[in-house]
């Protein structure tokens, strides 16, 4: 691994770790919705053969 590649990755670490610690936001956050999980088991029991 070439020297840019290997500091890019260490800084991406510490990024990481001071994010996990709190000391830094973020710079983006998914929020995946719940499903709705009624509407799924009627849609499959409709279609059950």
Excluded: C, H, K
């Amino acid at each position: 691994m070439d020297d840019a590649s290997f500091n890019e990755l260490l800084s991406s670490i510490r990024e990481g770790g001071a994010i996990l610690r709190g000391e830094v936001p973020a710079a983006r956050r998914t929020v995946v919705p719940r499903p709705a999980v009624r509407v799924i088991r009627e849609r499959s029991i409709a279609f059950a053969p």
